[in-house]
């Protein structure tokens, strides 16, 4: 089958393109209003987007108290999300009124981060403490604004629960990185495999 986006005829129950792009990993994004509250929300269109520096990014369909709140304060925290914590990811992404924390609502720990003023997720395995570097609303081909707001940070801290470093690495097994893949399936990363870059001889 074959079907232009313009039209969107691909004649299934639902559109196949989240689950063709997946699995996508999940940015569970920790952040502060200018105002004290705090907020908690998962976000399936979120990336490393580069190593040097540390890069990430988040986006979504419209501006949401997530991008309100990296926009307001400048900063954001991304919590790793465990198949242990699946569940209540899934409750802190409730459409709760701009103030009440997704945290008490997930019955989750809200810490405060190292370097940056915003909360993580105590019970998560992994944070990483990013500052915005810039929010940016891209176009599409017409030149007209897509309605999605992209924040991208910078990495300047990272916080790793010592129980799933195995001989120098995070161990994967432990701790079963949960990604999303579609409609509403996810997936969990245990099932582990390993692959070297071809060394091809010189000539």
Request: one cysteine or more; proline letters at 6%; charged letters at 25%.
């Amino acid at each position: 089958m074959f079907y232009t986006t313009d039209e969107n005829r691909h004649g299934l129950a639902h559109d196949p393109f989240k689950a063709i792009v997946s699995p996508r990993p999940i940015g569970w994004i920790g952040s502060k209003g200018r105002d004290g509250s705090i907020n908690l929300a998962p976000y399936s269109f979120f990336n490393a987007v580069a190593d040097r520096p540390k890069l990430v990014m988040f986006s979504s369909a419209g501006r949401k108290d997530s991008q309100r709140n990296a926009a307001e304060t400048g900063v954001f925290t991304c919590n790793f999300v465990g198949r242990d914590l699946a569940e209540k990811m899934n409750l802190s992404s409730a459409a709760l009124p701009y103030g009440e924390s997704e945290f008490d609502f997930a019955g989750l720990t809200a810490k405060q981060a190292e370097l940056i003023d915003a909360p993580y997720v105590g019970e998560a395995f992994a944070v990483l403490e990013c500052r915005v570097t810039e929010i940016i609303e891209p176009k599409t081909l017409s030149g007209a604004p897509s309605e999605n707001v992209l924040v991208f940070g910078e990495v300047v801290g990272i916080r790793i629960d010592e129980t799933i470093v195995r001989n120098g690495r995070l161990d994967m097994s432990i701790a079963r990185p949960v990604a999303r893949m579609g409609y509403m399936d996810y997936s969990e990363g245990s099932d582990v495999f390993e692959m070297f870059r071809p060394h091809l001889p010189k000539v």
